[in-house]
Structure formats: C-alpha cells, structure tokens
C-alpha cells in the first residue's frame, strides 16, 4: 500500500476534492436560491435526484483534473520536477475554475428567466447581442455578480495553490515499482468508476455511464432539474446539429403533406398539422376495453421470416400468428435502428436526425404521444437490459404520462448477455407484473425484445428450445450470415410462441390487442427469396414484419399497401375510438389514403447527407435529402435500379412531392411536436420490485 504515499497522488486527489465541494455548494445555491423547490418537503425522488446530480459534480471535477494528472504522471518532466509544468497547470485551473464558475452564473440566471438549465439553444441571444446586453445589465446587478464570480474563482485557486504547496512541496518517501503498479491500475478503476457514476447494476458488458436523461426519472421537470450538471448538460446540447428543419422547404411542400394527413384546418402561415379525428364506424364494440401489448422484435427483418418467404421455416409461431392476425405483406420503418424504431412508435415522427437519434437530444425528448389518449390504462414499458441506452428512457419517462418503465435492474432473472436478460424472463417476468394490476382497468404495455441480436446468445433456460445445426451455406441462402443468427431467429419465434401461451394462462389473451413489428433488419448476406428490388435499393433494412393479433376481437385479414411505424398508434387509437388529437405523420390505416395507393416516407442511408424516399406497394422514389437526383424504381421488376420516371411520369411527380416534402417536415414535427408542461406522476398499481 505503499502507492498511498504518492505526493502527486495526494495533490490530485485533493485537488478533485476541492472542485468537487465547489460543485456540491453551488448545487446547494441552485436548490435553495433557484429550484423553486425548497419550500416543498424533501422527497424520496428529489433526494435520489440530487445525489445523480453529485455524480455527474463528481464527473465533471474528474474531467478537469485529468489534465492535470497527465502533466503529474510524466515519467520524466513533471509536476513534482519542473517548476515551469507547475506554472502551466495553474494558468490551466485559473481557465476551467473561472469559465465553470461563469458558466453556473449564467445558468442560476438562464433558469430563473426560463425555468430550464442551461443548454446549447442559449447561443440564441447572440443573435440579438446588443438587446440581450441592455437586458442583462438593466435586469441584473451585474457589477456585484461579477465580483462575487471573481472572488468565488479567486478563493478556489488559492486552496488548489494552497494545496499544492502542502503535497508537491514536501519531502517524498520511497515506493516500490509493484506498488506504483497495483496503485496506478487502482486508481484506473476508481476514475473508471467515478467517470461512469454508478458502482451498482453494472452490466460489464454494456457499462452505460450516468446521462441526463437518469435526471428525468421521477418525471417531473422542476425536480429533474436538481439532478443536471449545467457544464455537462451545455456540452451535451452543443453537440446536437443546430441546423435542424428548413422552414422555407416546409413550407413548399405544405399543401401536399397537409392533404396526405388530412388536415382539419391547413394554414400555410402557421404550417399546423394537427388533426382530430371523429370516431370512426370500424372502431370496437365489444362491452370491454381491450389491453394493447406492443412487442418490438429486434433485429427481425422480413426477409428472416417464413410468411413473407424465408424457404427455412425459421418461424413456425410467426407464420401461424400472420394467418390468424391483420398481416401487413408491406410494412416499414422509417428509419433503421433500435433507438429510431423506438421513438417512431412511441411520437409518430420518424427520427429523421442527421447525426445522433432524437432520443439523445434533450430538448426534444418531451414529446406528444398517442399512448397518453389511453386513459384509464395502466401503462407499462419493459427492457431486458439498459434503457439508457441511447437516452430512451428520457423519451420513454417524459412522454408517456404515468408510465412505469422497468429495466435490468429490477429483475432477478439473470443477465445472459450484454443486452441483459433473456427475451422470454423478460416476458414471464412482464407477465408478472400484468397479472398483479387492477382487473378492473385495461394495460398498455410495450416490451421490447433485444435477443435476436449479436452475440446471438442461447440462454441455458429457454424452455426446451433446442438450436438446429444446417449447413452454412444454406442458412446463408436464407439471408443469416451464420448458424448462430438463424438460430437466434428461431429462438425468437419460439419465444413469441411461448408468450402466447403465457397470456393465455395469465387470463388476458382474448381481450389483448398484440402488436408486433420487427426494427430493422440485419441479414448480411443476399435474399434471393425475395424480389430484387429489396436488396438492389436497399429497402430490406426497412422492410420488417408487422402484425396485430386479437383473436376474441379482430377477424384475420391481409393488407396489401405499403403500411409504416407511425401508423400503428393511430390505428389502435381508431380501433379503440380513444379521442385524441394526432400532430404527426402516422395515419388510421383504416381510412382512405387521400394520396390514392398509400405512400410511406423513409430513410434510405443515414448520416450528414442521407437519401430519403418514399415507398408504396409497387413503387420507391428515391433522391438525395436535399431534393436532386430524384429518380422512380419499379418493386416488382428484375432490373430494380432502373430509372423508370419517364414511364410513369404523374406516380413520379406525386412520389417526388411527398418524398421531399414528408421528409422536411418530419425534421420540423421532431420540435413542433415538444410538450411544453411537467406531466404528472407515475400511477400506482404496478409492483416494480425485483420478480421473485
């Protein structure tokens, strides 16, 4: 233990320590002089709060100190042997001292005006700078806060300095190599540890650090506030695009979309979208209100599944599923990924960001939401491993009114992977906590599956499924890259079958509403089981299973237009006859298509400069994001990269106008759809301790 000696140690040590108590005091300020939430007892949920806000101080003193300890840990030239190094970690700490310190002035001041912590959409006042200065100076006493910034920054440098004489400056003892070694790897845990900002419930396979989106939680926005770092949380915000929609293009494209969403009452003007559909003559009336079971089936393509042509009956249970459920032949996500499917489901936007998924953006997670016109429903959302993920849980906790969302950490059935536990505990253990709500009100509830991915894990307690052995050229020709893929799609389906069985001894199969849809697809290899134009134009990443099974409620049916994730809540909100107000993309697949043969908006390869499309049952527009190169392709010929505008010229004008124009807006709905108030509490009735 002789590493514990360490001068430089010491002072590192120390030093985080001291910035980390300024962190801490100026978190008091803001609770007692800013929040707005002293006055109110202090809650189980503000205490759990505050202390996510203490990790994220603790992260941030780290972060400035690790500067500071590569200059220490020089072999040669360093902190304890050149008196010049010394003057450079000074004049750095006077820099990160003075421009942390300014920073949370200016965001006490940014949410006593707004009610917001500081982020990126701050920069908005440079635009009018000479206004914003007159405001500050006639609003704030800015003399007195300058010098309280200048005496705060001073009193902290004088204890770094302080300090440092104190450790650097006394005599140093001996250490032996193994003791510098076993402290160095040490001390590389702990940072590790106090970088990520959790010691419990860590998947060490999947280690997801602390993010903002753990400071909505409660889902109360005043109290989330508590748990925010305003540096971190800045930076977080600056790294989010700041070109995000093209009002002017919107606006070109306004008449078509508005009458491809049948808008109440267009305004070219105010560019509204919203609608209210009146309760329509399909919608169910059967005595009860069904409960709604949403199921994402990860990774799952069309191509992988025997209904839509797999020659490998890879999925027996899905197969039968489609011929007793409303199977759609043409079903698509409108963009790929499992951060993307999930928010497209949940808002009715497509997720049409250039650089991160919309969840990890914070100004935005705060959406508009079908499932809040479920009242009366008990709520539900479940994941095998981490919904931080991406910051999902930030979308799933803000948007979804009394939701109770569950993750690895609540369960007792063991981790298998990195992705947590296995599909079918996280459906017996979902089936646990439906079975404990009230019998006398409907659930929505919505799992997401995470098995069918890589490493393609089969867990030793699966309920007999027993994987096959084929030949590896052969399962390739049915589109898996290797055995262990198509087996996990087999373990997938064999789940889905289990899960049908499991709701009809939980006593809630007839009168539940399942909805199964795949997120994307991940086959690598070709699919000659499938039309050309799937692989050649890229659809088949798009292309995924899609069903809904309610065998004591709907008759089985097949639908043969081109369907997209955003419809599926404002179709179940129609076959419920919920009231609600829809402000976005997804349409009532059961009401005409004003556009004629249904047309589904997608995006064809992401990043900075994607291509966007539009896709019907027969057709693919495809151009680039900024409208050039518009080109139509014909689904069902074998030369599918063939430009076949000419020949249809009027499919090629409507699709061009709904390509561009659908795309344009979705980027506008992803803030035009925001909530602006706290939603309420989380409802009782769910039990979310850890499954016995």
Not at 298 to 309: F, K, N, P, R
Not at 336 to 361: H, L, Q
Not at 605 to 612: A, D, L, T, V, Y
Request: aromatic share 10%; hydrophobic share 45%.
């Amino acid at each position: 233990m002789g590493w514990l000696r360490s001068r430089r140690l010491h002072y590192w040590v120390g030093a985080i320590a001291i910035l980390f108590g300024l962190l801490a005091a100026l978190r008091l300020v803001f609770y007692y002089g800013f929040s707005g939430l002293d006055d109110r007892p202090l809650t189980e949920a503000m205490a759990e709060t505050l202390s996510i806000g203490l990790r994220f101080d603790l992260r941030l003193a780290i972060l400035l100190m690790l500067p500071v300890a590569l200059v220490a840990w020089f072999p040669r030239w360093n902190l304890v042997s050149t008196p010049m190094l010394r003057v450079v970690a000074r004049l750095y700490l006077v820099l990160a001292v003075a421009a942390v310190v300014l920073i949370y002035i200016v965001d006490f001041g940014h949410f006593a005006y707004l009610g917001v912590r500081l982020n990126a959409t701050v920069f908005r006042f440079l635009a009018d700078a000479q206004i914003s200065t007159d405001m500050l100076w006639q609003s704030y006493p800015v003399i007195w806060i300058t010098l309280g910034w200048l005496v705060t920054t001073a009193v902290i440098l004088v204890l770094l300095w302080q300090f440092e004489r104190v450790t650097l400056g006394r005599k140093a003892k001996p250490i032996t190599r193994f003791s510098r070694i076993w402290g160095s790897l040490a001390m590389c845990v702990l940072v590790f540890l106090g970088l990520l900002g959790r010691v419990t419930d860590i998947n060490l396979e999947n280690p997801v650090p602390l993010r903002w989106s753990d400071a909505f939680f409660s889902g109360d926005n005043q109290v989330a506030a508590l748990g925010l770092n305003p540096v971190i949380f800045l930076y977080d915000t600056m790294s989010l695009p700041q070109d995000r929609y093209d009002l002017a293009q919107v606006r070109n494209h306004y008449e078509a979309v508005s009458t491809y969403l049948a808008v109440d009452k267009p305004d070219t003007e105010s560019l509204v979208f919203s609608r209210t559909p009146a309760p329509q003559p399909w919608r169910l009336d059967n005595g009860s209100r069904p409960n709604v079971l949403f199921i994402m089936l990860e990774s799952l393509g069309a191509s992988a599944v025997g209904a839509y042509g797999n020659p490998l009956n890879p999925t027996p249970n899905i197969d039968r599923l489609a011929k007793e459920s409303w199977f759609f032949k043409h079903f698509y996500v409108p963009v790929t990924g499992t951060a993307k499917t999930v928010w497209a489901s949940i808002t009715g936007i497509p997720d049409v960001s250039r650089d991160e998924t919309a969840t990890r953006n914070p100004l935005i997670s705060n959406q508009h939401t079908l499932i809040n016109a479920f009242e009366g429903y008990e709520k539900l959302y479940t994941i095998g491993g981490n919904s931080g993920w991406a910051n999902m849980n930030a979308l799933i906790r803000q948007s979804i009114d009394g939701v109770r969302l569950l993750e690895e950490r609540h369960w007792r059935s063991p981790m298998v992977d990195v992705w947590g536990i296995s599909d079918l505990d996280l459906f017996k253990e979902t089936d646990r906590l439906l079975r404990q709500l009230p019998k006398d009100k409907p659930f929505f509830a919505y799992i997401q599956t995470a098995g069918n991915h890589r490493p393609f894990t089969i867990p030793k307690q699966n309920d007999g499924f027993e994987a096959i052995e084929l030949p590896l050229d052969e399962v390739q020709r049915g589109g898996s890259r290797s055995l262990s893929q198509y087996n996990a799609v087999r373990l997938l389906d064999f789940n889905i079958g289990r899960l049908m069985e499991i709701a009809k001894e939980g006593g809630y199969y007839e009168n539940t509403i399942f909805v199964m849809f795949g997120d994307h697809n991940t086959r690598i290899t070709g699919v000659p089981h499938m039309p050309p134009a799937f692989e050649k134009l890229g659809l088949e990443s798009n292309h995924v299973p899609m069903l809904i099974h309610a065998p004591g409620l709907l008759e089985p049916r097949v639908f043969d237009e081109a369907v997209g994730l955003a419809d599926l809540l404002p179709t179940i909100a129609g076959l419920l006859g919920l009231e609600h107000t829809n402000r976005t993309i997804g349409r009532d697949l059961q009401q005409p298509a004003p556009e004629g043969d249904r047309a589904v908006p997608l995006v064809l390869r992401e990043g900075s400069f994607p291509i966007i499309g539009a896709v019907t049952k027969d057709y693919l527009l495809q151009m680039e994001y900024d409208g050039s190169k518009p080109t139509l392709h014909d689904l069902a010929s074998m030369t599918p990269l063939e430009n076949v505008a000419a020949e249809h010229p009027s499919e090629f004008q409507r699709l061009e106008k709904l390509a561009r124009g659908l795309y344009e807006t979705s980027r506008l709905m992803l803030y035009q759809n925001v909530r602006e108030s706290s939603r309420p509490p989380a409802s009782p009735g769910v039990n979310t301790d850890p499954v016995e």
